[in-house]
């Protein structure tokens, strides 16, 4: 059995999605459902099972739970607004740590979330090597409780028995729930589609033209094809980064979006709020020489076709799931 937390998320009801895609069905998912429209990610999976997370985590520290052959850990809070620290450190921090530590002693293999929230503002760069990463300082506590399990699990030798991927700019299917934390290609369709224009933030740096800031935007299901070997692929173990490799701006973006439309590009700039302009990260981008160096497979989408297929498939005929 696979289990899948936050299986019915954004990433986790993708991955479920890719299993189900390779014939795997005994699946068991770990979620909290609450009142929003997450279920819906479900409603065409095929699993086992379901468990509430403090279900699931009860029964795996009273060493209740049997017949586990891997963990898929994407579970947490994913707000980087998230103020409650203590929360954050329970939900994200101790829980991780309690689950991959359950499944190391019994040679379970695990791959888990970390993200790129970890890297802070970027200035030191987006390498991950691990000799860096205890000196990585992000910005919000959400980096951070991601930041401490990496360290963790570096300085116990986890590390050595699993497989951390630090996320950059997922976008796709399945992110409908998700409010102010959907992603830039589904905000600007339902914009485009509402005004016939886009709206792009300012640049206040003048080696930057406004729209020029750059992210690196990866489509989710290069995402699950990537998890899906390495967790076929038990050998390959450790900390790795998990996008394209290759920054592109938000005015290359934009442009995707509108061509997917087939309408013309009409991208207007406006002001950053006061509040974002002292944080707001000009360039992240992912090396990934050091994952692809296992023998993983480069993601198979461009910005263009990832935002074509998303635009096309999923968007346009009305939030289709995967």
């Known amino acids: ?103 190391a002693n019994r040679g379970i293999r695990t791959i888990y979330a970390s993200s790129a929230a970890t890297y802070g503002d970027g200035e030191g760069g987006f390498s991950d090597d691990e000799k860096r990463i205890p000196d990585l300082r992000p910005l919000n506590m959400y980096g951070y409780s991601k930041q401490l399990f990496d360290v963790h699990a570096l300085r116990t030798g986890l590390a050595a028995q699993l497989v951390g991927v630090k996320f950059f700019n997922v976008f796709g299917a399945n992110e409908y729930h998700k409010g102010k934390m959907r992603s830039v290609p589904l905000t600007a369709f339902e914009q485009i589609r509402d005004t016939g224009a886009l709206n792009l933030f300012k640049s206040y740096r003048p080696d930057y033209a406004d729209g020029e800031q750059k992210r690196d935007f990866v489509y989710v299901k290069d995402c699950v094809n990537m998890m899906w070997w390495l967790l076929n692929n038990k050998s390959v173990n450790g900390v790795f980064n998990l996008g394209t490799g290759t920054a592109r701006t938000w005015n290359d973006l934009g442009r995707a979006v509108f061509a997917a439309m087939s309408l013309p590009a009409d991208i207007r700039y406006i002001e950053m709020p006061d509040g974002l302009r002292n944080q707001y990260q000009y360039f992240t981008e992912a090396p990934m020489s050091k994952l692809l160096a296992t023998g993983c497979p480069a993601p198979a989408y461009t910005l263009e076709t990832a935002v074509a297929d998303y635009v096309q498939t999923y968007l346009a005929p009305g939030m289709r799931c995967l």
């Not at 279920?39 to 699931?56: E, S």
């Open 1 to 103: 059995m696979i289990v899948v937390t936050g299986g019915a998320g954004f990433i986790g009801s993708a991955m479920v999605w890719k299993l189900n895609e390779h014939g795997v069905r005994d699946v068991l998912i770990v979620d909290e459902l609450g009142t929003d429209d997450k279920w819906k990610n479900l409603v065409g999976l095929r699993y086992a099972d379901f468990l509430h997370k403090d279900a699931f985590i009860a029964k795996v520290r009273g060493n209740t739970l049997a017949g586990v052959t891997g963990i898929i850990h994407l579970g947490a809070c994913s707000a980087t607004t998230e103020r409650d620290a203590d929360f954050l450190m329970e939900n994200n921090f101790r829980y991780t740590r309690d689950v991959c530590e359950w499944a």
